[in-house]
């Protein structure tokens, strides 16, 4: 078989955990490890006809090569950490965790899946962690791995996340994590767990934060893995909120990728994930769009209809546990934004996040009359929260209809919504620190006192950097 054509079988088999001297089984008590490893290594041929086509090694394609750092901080899962930071990286790029398979290894998720090949094209850094136990399945069972800073592999990740932060420069407003299967569960579960620390992530055929969750020491959870667990929106959200009480920043975007003939992780956790994370986001679960760009794809966004939607979800039909296929791992970093393009034909539609506060630019009660000053409220993915920042700087809502503006150049001066005219009152920069700076007076989008109830006021004022002038839009 040609080098550029490898794969890695992925399974869930039981393991003894060497990173504490006890054994965690990685099944069921009522499922057999036979039952296990048959049922999942049912789903190998499909997946190898996948990672046929993830191309060859990044290797091949640069100079940079991938590099173990062997001491990164807290690492109470015993994981083993590889970075690649391609020859052409920014003095701050960019981070992208990259989780792998059950039986894969961090360096085999280098070699047989795009994201390094990426990585060179666009300048970022990725981070690669190692489960280092037999059968090479992360931890998101145990009660530790379920909560911020618990201790297990979501804590020994958040080290790594730390340690390319601190050493290399990196930039803390963009990191972001994707993963498949065993990779794809550690992907909610970070996201849920470190919402601080977490931009955005890509889940290729996973489960909702909390479904594989046991108390009996065991890593599988099989009423799980065979979609017979099922909450409401409301009780999906509360465990992800209940794993870092009192956070009450802002939330990660989500993608979601399944195959609807997923013969290992059902395909009713899809669904089940976007119940979750549309409730945690706080968007509707009606989608605002569903297309199908690919043949046999169907992609919903919730939200938000551009590229960096809160939440994206793409079904993929007849597929089974065999994701990510060619391209997909492409999609999964426009929707980081990691390709440079902000989203469709070079704008970013989406809410703009007040980070002070959690809440979003809104304009009251769906007003588009000139002079409607906008405020701060609960985020609803509302079209009056629905802001697209165009390549001409401006940030426009209602699909365009009216733009965000400045109604004066001192401090204090109001940020209302006008007809689109192109002054520099109506274009924004938005800097490396959050803040969005009024092209024409240079002041700041500001909450007005600092507030964090829905209907302050947004108004212009001195920069100070203050979380009651950073924003992030999408």
Partial sequence: MEASKRFTTWSFPAAPDS?????????????????VLTALLTAVSSLIAALVLTGTSAATASAASLTEVTDFGSNPGNLRMYVYRP??????????????????????FHANTQFARLA???????????????????????????????????????????????????????????????GAMTTNVLLGDYPDLFKAGAAFMGVPFGC??????????????????????QEWGDLVRNAYPGYAGPRPRMQLWHGTEDEALDYVNFGEEIKQWTHVLGVSQTPVLTDSPQPGWTRTRYGSAGTQAPVE????????????????????????????SGGDGGTTTGPVHAIGSGKCLDVPGFSQSNGTRTQIWDCSGGANQTWTSTSTKQLTVYGGAKCLDATGTTAGAGVAIWDCNGGTNQQWDHNADGTLT???????????????????????WDCHGGSNQQWRLG
């Avoid at 931890?139 to 379920?146: F, I, K, R, T």
């Avoid at 009024?438 to 212009?460: E, F, M, P």
Wanted: aromatic fraction near 6%; glycine fraction near 10%.
């Fill in 19 to 35: 990173r504490k001297g006890t054994v965690m089984s990685r099944k069921s008590p009522k499922r057999s490890v036979t039952d």
């Fill in 87 to 108: 020859d052409n990286a920014p003095a701050r790029p960019a981070v992208l965790v990259a989780v792998h398979y059950c039986t894969g290894t961090a360096p085999a």
């Fill in 120 to 182: 060179d094209q666009y300048g970022f850094v990725v981070v690669y962690p190692d489960a280092n136990v037999s059968g090479q399945c992360f931890d998101v069972s145990s009660p530790q791995a379920l909560r911020h800073d618990g201790g297990s592999d979501p804590t020994s990740i958040a080290s790594m996340v730390r340690y390319t932060l601190r050493n290399m420069n990196a930039d803390p407003a963009r990191v972001y994590v994707t993963g498949a299967s065993s």
């Fill in 212 to 233: 594989f969750a046991t108390t009996d020491g065991s890593g599988w959870n099989s009423a799980c893995s065979t979609g017979r667990i099922t909450k409401t929106p």
């Fill in 313 to 340: 979800a793409i079904s993929i039909q007849g597929a089974g546990h065999s994701l990510p296929a060619d391209g997909m791992a492409a999609r999964a970093i426009a929707f980081f934004g990691l390709d440079g």
């Fill in 438 to 460: 009024s092209v024409r007076s240079g002041l700041c989008l500001d909450v007005t006192g600092a507030s964090t109830a829905s209907g302050a006021r947004v108004q212009l």
